[in-house]
């Protein structure tokens, strides 16, 4: 099983409408197992790429402590839909030279 780590700019709302661009990193894994051979088939397992939790974030702008603290909050309560809107932005080729 292959891992990483994956960085995108999420924008969060918190619930009195006030927009903030938070940077977050998250642990990605693949569960596909590679060869393997069946009978005397030879396959391959590439699995899928899936985003497990969120390891660190940052704001991208200025904030207060209140403000900081009330993103926190957000960020504790909502990292499932969180990973979920990291995952629509994750492109499993973005660190492939070309």
């Known amino acids: ?3 990483g780590e994956y960085t995108t700019t999420v924008t969060i709302t918190l619930d009195d409408e006030r927009e903030f661009d938070v940077q977050f990193t998250s ?3 693949n569960d596909g197992i590679g ?3 069946y ?3 030879v396959c391959f397992d ?3 790429n ?3 939790q969120v390891n660190n974030w940052k704001i991208e702008s200025e904030t ?3 403000e900081r603290k009330a ?5 504790n309560d909502n990292e499932e839909s969180i990973l979920e809107r990291m995952s629509d932005q994750y492109d499993p080729y973005w660190d492939l030279s070309v």
Do not use: N
Not at 71 to 75: A, D, F, H, L, N
């Open 27 to 29: 642990s990605w894994a």
């Open 64 to 66: 207060t402590k209140e």
């Open 46 to 48: 590439k699995g899928h």
């Open 1 to 3: 099983m292959k891992s």
């Open 50 to 52: 899936y985003l497990e």
């Open 39 to 41: 009978g005397s088939a």
């Open 35 to 37: 060869r393997y051979e």
């Open 71 to 75: 993103i926190e909050k957000y960020i």
